[in-house]
């Protein structure tokens, strides 16, 4: 799962045309895969047709592009909670355009490094605290497989009192280790903007 961003009309000043291809005629194993291809090459060539990320990279870079687009005033409070889900919200050409630049001026202008540095910082020390987390729920699955005698046995189906340990151990985990954050995600985003034309988040 993951969020689509479909430029409304991506600047394509050469004309190459978009690939398609009718799922109605059940296309054979090769066709999809040169339609997949064709696309592929499409969306290298015209930059702001297509950008995706799944949920984990999407909401770092999209809490630090909004957060900048609220502080100079480029996108709204609604505008900024469009990221959080995949309903077809649509920012416009003139919007993603300035937005777009604006995030390509944080970037020259070192600050989106430092906050990559800092965020990895927190999301090393998450992954470290989570490493140790999943070293106590080994040694307790094999304490459950010992006492069951069912090597393939699912937390939920431990004995009660094993059952409440695994999920204390659960809930300690910091969710922050999974969701990387990089410059240059970020960056490609904020290209995909200006050549978007506007876009929609599906």
Avoid at 45 to 55: C, D, L, P
Wanted: glycine share 6%; net charge negative; with cysteine.
């Amino acid at each position: 799962m993951g969020v689509d961003c479909y430029g409304l009309k991506p600047h394509n000043p050469n004309q190459f045309v978009k690939p398609t291809i009718n799922w109605d005629d059940a296309p054979s194993e090769r066709e999809t895969q040169k339609f997949f291809n064709e696309t592929e090459a499409y969306e290298e060539q015209v930059k702001g047709s297509y950008f995706r990320n799944n949920w984990w990279w999407w909401r770092p870079m999209w809490a630090y592009a909004t957060s900048i687009g609220l502080e100079h005033g480029i996108i709204t409070k609604e505008q900024a909670n469009y990221g959080e889900g995949n309903d077809g919200s649509k920012i416009n050409g003139k919007t993603a355009k300035k937005w777009g630049e604006l995030i390509l001026w944080d970037i020259a202008e070192g600050n989106v490094r430092d906050h990559e540095t800092e965020y990895k910082i927190q999301y090393d020390m998450a992954k470290e605290h989570n490493d140790e987390l999943d070293k106590a729920m080994q040694i307790l699955r094999e304490v459950v497989q010992a006492e069951t005698g069912d090597k393939d046995i699912v937390p939920n189906s431990y004995p009660r009192k094993h059952k409440k340990s695994w999920q204390e151990l659960w809930d300690r985990r910091d969710h922050r280790a999974s969701y990387p954050f990089s410059e240059e995600n970020l960056k490609e985003f904020a290209e995909f903007m200006i050549e978007s034309g506007g876009f929609s988040i599906c």
